[in-house]
């Protein structure tokens, strides 16, 4: 089983600023990556796929990277309402596996 | 637009079995284009991947779960289904229905959810 981890697992910023969040897996996924968004009491929700293209209505502050073992979600500018849990997601392997996720704190 | 909602019983025994529907409106299941899963997430925790199912009923689990699990497909409703057996205090989540996305034949995204339901697992 691919282990995805996240890091760090919270991180506490201003609205305006830039995020990055981290995943990395025990073996390599090629880009079969993804990452999502959950807010409190809701379904998570995709935001990225195969590591760095944007699902269908997600803002472009939202974006991707990385290939094999190591990935990066960068949001360029922080809104309110990206403060949230985010996961990462391989189903490269099976069976398919999420990180635990990174907590986005509003400093 | 395409709308997934589970449904089911909120309170199972301890040994039980838990049952679960999802009913799919704005595409068929019955359909090459897509694989039909089901996720959970136990309260204040991360995502844990059960399995799915893949047209004409090919299902595929989690060996972790793999020994108490079934999922079916109903065509005729446009829906499918989870049933995990002999349940535990650990088996209480928010349980997610999803369809999984494709591209040239690999699928590479959960890209519609249901909103969840919970279940807890408690005499």
């Known amino acids: 089983e691919i282990v995805l981890t996240q890091s760090p697992a919270t991180l506490s910023l201003s609205p305006g600023d830039r995020a990055t969040l981290s995943c990395r897996a025990s073996q390599s996924v090629s880009s079969y990556l993804g990452w999502y968004q959950q807010r409190p009491g809701q379904a998570p929700r995709l935001l990225i796929y195969d590591a760095s293209k944007r699902a269908t209505g997600i803002p472009a502050r939202f974006s991707g990277s990385g290939s094999g073992t190591d990935f990066t979600l960068t949001i360029s500018s922080l809104d309110p309402e990206d403060f949230a849990i985010y996961y990462c997601?391989?189903?490269?392997?099976?069976?398919?596996?999420f990180g635990q996720g990174t907590r986005l704190d509003i400093k | 637009q395409l709308q997934l909602q589970e449904s089911g019983p909120g309170l199972v025994k301890p040994s039980e079995t838990l049952s679960l529907s999802c009913t799919v409106s704005?595409?068929?299941?019955?359909?090459?284009?897509?694989?039909w899963a089901w996720i959970r997430q136990p309260p204040g925790m991360g995502l844990e991947y059960i399995g799915s199912i893949y047209f004409g009923g090919r299902t595929y689990y989690n060996p972790s779960l793999k020994s108490r699990i079934t999922i079916l497909e109903d065509t005729s409703k446009n829906q499918f289904s989870l049933k995990l057996s002999s349940v535990t205090a650990a088996d209480t989540a928010v349980y997610f229905c999803v369809r999984e996305n494709m591209d040239r034949g690999i699928v590479n995204r959960l890209d519609s959810w249901g909103q969840g339901t919970l279940v807890i697992v408690s005499s």
């Open positions: 997601h391989q189903r490269s392997n099976w069976p398919p596996t």
């Open positions: 704005g595409d068929s299941i019955n359909t090459p284009s897509y694989y």
